[in-house]
């Protein structure tokens, strides 16, 4: 029974590459303001499924609902004007923008791409601004990406994501070989970003921030869900406990 | 809002327009060697070319090896045209730009969705393509090619060769006007973006596809309208001339080495280059020429892959750094 | 125009003896292109190369050009591991491949035609050897000596190239590194050294395929041109990574192109392969065979 509230809802969604079936029958609803935690062993489709949803990737069967519309056939760029937005697992930043170019790109194709009132061209430069400062980015807003260190440029990764201002973002590993304060810092962007509006889908291996951080809690293992529910529940689930602890 | 930005493009092209006329007037009335007409179209058409290839290659960051099927085509377009009826060249040069932004429109289609490697290989395909329905087309002369008589005088231009070059500056005025008009747009942040990384621009909501499309319709439109005058220009015109490999190597070595990340890099890699070829062949053969071409292509690519401008930046940055 | 049986079975035979051809061409273009991501488009240039230097030995000291194809491959091999190490320092170390790697090499494909026009000039090579002239005969259909040799030899060197990769060490390791480069750089094996070895390789059946190919026809620098599209569109054709898919892409192609030729005449020849590798690029890039 779907619950009718559900912003983003994934029915039967699959994809295979050639032999390798990469997701298989995921079902998956999303709601409004909730932390979603989204966790699986290496392989078992995360990514894959992150970019089903988002367009980068042409999901082969099932159907992808967002706040009532139909995403299957839409290409990425038109997904995140919808208001869905990710972030990579491997920073992808525009190396020859300075941070605030970087983030005005968003800013001008998603933002005001949408119908409505549109953003002048200073109030563009004042929302970069804005957002650099949020992840404390913004003495650095006129460099370029490759004088980052590793966390400034998950934040970077997160202020561009979040500058096509999204109802829904995916947080693809977004802490990834940091430290466990830097870890702690990108987490508490996360919860402001949440605080402020946001549905946030979190894609980690860390447990112990997913534990921390997901209000619901997703597992998948070789392509398929085999738990949904809250953390403490799912991380009880037998099967998730096989695919942790080897089989 | 959208005054600001219009009004500073539409001063850059006016100042420019108001550059180019006067240069037009000075080289008109100061010079009298006919042959400076002659070499300096040459080295426009290049500005030109450069100048276009740019748009796709530099800004966006797709590389076109098939020069010809856009560049010969605006040239076999103005033969057809000279064949059918009597029509002026600028009219010419529209038509062609229509019919290469046509097929720039549609190769770009066909082969957008591809990774760049496979664009650039449609490229190469799709000039020998045009080459090969050229040369059996017996109406524009096919692999004999087509002589075509050059007037002595153009109505108003006087000299028919500097009627032709005269052409070909406001061309060129138009061509850089209109990079320096994409680089400071949101459609050239676009096209950065587009360059930088594809995939994170269609994630930021770029729309990758209609972006790219649009490069290779203007670089394409561009490059025929550089092409139409030609054969008034050479006054006989065949494929295996026209659809050289010295015009894709050319339009590829000047951008890269003067520099893809400005509308000033192709003019100054097309002045320069172009230049030292006309002044070369007088000298060397041609063959030498343009194995220099592609030596310092190479060369270019290795060591200084931002071009001239990008070794002007950084002595400027490790300057200002001391 | 009427079709003649005659004709048709004759324009199929030499097309597939011209796939044939087809593949040793194409072979070294699967191995960098396919296995490698290296897009070397100036992959023709080698070849020209490889046929001017069998002209030159053949003309001077009368020797078989399949004999100097095979004898030069080594050192095309040490070529191409130069040529690698250059792209390597440049371009694929820098992490920047794809645009600025793509320029080098069609500088390198102009460089190399214009120095063998300086050389050589611009007109028409041949070499001489005792089977190019003869055919074998079986009924209607005819067997030019010249292509019938070069199509063997060039499937023997692509049989002997694909056991290599299956068999040996360093054969292995190229498929490994072909599949997944990750993998084997957390696996603290140098890849780059495994892809030097490869890309030497695919340069040194460049020399072979030269020799074949001024065997099949006379040859004029300018040549190499058609062939950039043909070996793209068979190695696209093919899989980009499958012998077997390149062979099959390879007799197509020649087929395709023998049937084109004589019954619209040979000025159609080159826009063939083109086309077919503007239509499979727009279906279907996978290619025949599939990855």
């Known amino acids: 029974m779907r619950a009718p509230a559900a912003l983003l809802s994934a029915d039967g969604v699959s994809k295979h590459f050639g032999g390798f079936v990469a997701l298989e029958g995921i079902d998956l609803d999303i709601l409004p303001g909730e932390r979603l935690g989204l966790i699986g062993p290496n392989g078992s489709g995360k990514s894959t499924l992150v970019n089903c949803l988002c367009g980068t990737l042409r999901h082969d069967s099932g159907m992808i609902t967002f706040a009532g519309r139909k995403l299957d056939g839409l290409p990425a760029h038109q997904r995140t004007r919808l208001g869905l937005a990710r972030s990579f697992q491997l920073p992808k930043p525009f190396r020859s923008l300075s941070l605030a170019d970087n983030l005005r790109v968003p ?14 061209r200073a109030a563009v430069a004042a929302r970069a601004a804005e957002l650099l400062a949020d992840v404390g980015l913004a003495d650095k807003r006129h460099r370029l990406p490759r004088e980052l260190t590793q966390v400034e440029m998950r934040k970077l990764e997160l202020a561009r994501a979040v500058a096509s201002a999204p109802r829904l973002l995916f947080a693809d590993e977004a802490m990834a070989g940091l430290s466990p304060s830097e870890v702690e810092e990108i987490l508490a962007v996360l919860f402001r970003l949440n605080a402020g509006g946001i549905t946030i889908v979190l894609i980690e291996h860390i447990m112990r921030a997913v534990m921390n951080f997901s209000t619901r809690l997703v597992v998948l293992v070789a392509g398929r869900k085999i738990a949904d529910g809250a953390p403490e529940e799912a991380m009880r689930n037998p099967e998730v406990e096989r695919a942790y602890l080897g089989e | 809002m959208i005054g600001d930005a219009a009004f500073r493009a539409g001063r850059f092209w006016a100042v420019s327009f108001v550059v180019a006329v006067l240069l037009l007037l000075l080289t008109r009335a100061a010079i009298q060697n006919e042959y400076f007409f002659f070499a300096a179209y040459v080295v426009l058409q290049y500005v030109v070319l450069a100048t276009a290839w740019n748009i796709l290659g530099g800004y966006t960051g797709y590389i076109n090896f098939g020069i010809g099927a856009f560049f010969a085509v605006g040239a076999y377009c103005s033969v057809v045209l ?35 490697v496979f664009f650039a290989i449609a490229t190469l395909a799709m000039a020998i393509v045009a080459q090969t329905l050229i040369v059996n087309w017996d109406f524009v002369g096919g692999s004999r090619g087509i002589y075509i008589i050059r007037p002595q005088h153009a109505p108003f231009f006087g000299d028919y060769v500097e009627y032709l070059y005269s052409l070909m500056l406001l061309l060129s005025w138009i061509a850089i006007a209109t990079a320096r008009t994409i680089e400071r747009s949101r ?28 490069a290779t319709t203007l670089s394409g439109a561009l490059m025929g309208m550089a092409g139409a005058p030609l054969p008034y220009y050479v006054t006989y015109l065949d494929p295996a001339s026209s659809f050289s490999l010295s015009y894709a190597v050319n339009s590829v070595a000047m951008p890269v080495i003067g520099g893809m990340t400005s509308w000033i890099g192709p003019v100054i890699g097309a002045v320069l280059l172009g230049t030292i070829q006309q002044v070369a062949t007088v000298t060397i053969s041609s063959a030498l020429n343009l194995l220099i071409v592609g030596l310092l292509l190479i060369g270019f690519v290795i060591v200084a892959p931002n071009g001239i401008i990008g070794l002007i930046q950084s002595r400027r940055r490790a300057r200002g750094a001391r | 125009m009427e079709i003649s049986l005659n004709l048709l079975v004759n324009a199929v035979v030499s097309g597939l003896l011209l796939g044939g051809f087809y593949a040793a061409v194409t072979v070294g273009v ?51 591991l130069l040529v690698y190490q250059i792209y390597f320092y440049a371009f694929e170390r820098r992490g920047e491949e794809s645009m600025q790697g793509l320029a080098f090499f069609f500088g390198l494909l102009f460089v190399g035609e214009v120095s063998l026009i300086l050389v050589f000039g611009v007109d028409y090579r041949f ?73 030497g390789l695919s340069i040194a059946t460049a020399a072979v395929a030269g020799a074949l190919l001024i065997i099949i026809q006379p040859v004029e620098p300018s040549i190499g041109r058609d062939y950039i599209g043909r070996i793209f569109a068979i190695c696209v ?31 159609w020849a080159p826009a063939v392969a083109f086309g077919f590798l503007l239509l499979t690029l727009a279906i279907r890039p996978a290619g025949l065979l599939g990855r």
Not at chain 2, 96 to 111: D, N
Not at chain 3, 154 to 165: K, N, P, T
Not at chain 3, 167 to 186: E, H, K, M, Y
């Open chain 1, 107 to 120: 800013l001008l194709y998603a933002v005001n791409a949408r119908p409505g009132a549109r953003l002048s």
């Open chain 2, 82 to 116: 000279h064949k059918l009826a009597s029509v002026p060249v600028p009219v010419m040069m529209l038509a062609a730009g229509i019919a290469s932004g046509i097929i720039g429109l549609g190769m770009g289609y066909l082969t957008l969705r591809l990774r760049g």
């Open chain 2, 187 to 214: 459609l050239g942040l676009g096209f950065n973006a587009i360059r930088d990384d594809e995939a994170a621009a269609e994630a930021a909501g770029v729309p990758t596809l209609r972006l790219k499309l649009i």
């Open chain 3, 30 to 80: 699967t191995i960098s292109f396919g296995m490698l991501d290296i897009v070397n488009i100036a992959h023709p240039a080698f070849i020209m190369a490889g046929s001017f230097v069998a002209y030159a030995l053949n003309s001077a000291w009368g020797l078989d050009p399949i004999l100097v194809g095979v004898g030069a491959a080594p050192v095309f091999f040490v070529i191409g």
């Open chain 3, 127 to 199: 070499v001489e050897a005792p089977y190019i002239g003869p055919s074998l005969h079986f009924g209607f259909v005819e067997l030019p000596l010249r292509m019938l040799i070069p199509c063997a030899v060039a499937l023997i060197m692509v049989a002997v190239l694909q056991l290599y990769l299956g068999r040996s060490f360093i054969g292995r390791a190229i498929l490994a590194v072909s599949q997944d480069r990750l993998a084997l750089q957390l696996m603290a094996a140098n890849p780059a050294r495994v892809k030097c070895i490869a890309f």
């Open chain 3, 237 to 267: 054709l093919g899989g980009m990574t499958s012998f077997p898919g390149m062979v099959a892409g390879a007799m197509l192609i020649g087929v395709a192109e023998s049937i084109t030729a004589t019954f619209y005449g040979p000025s």
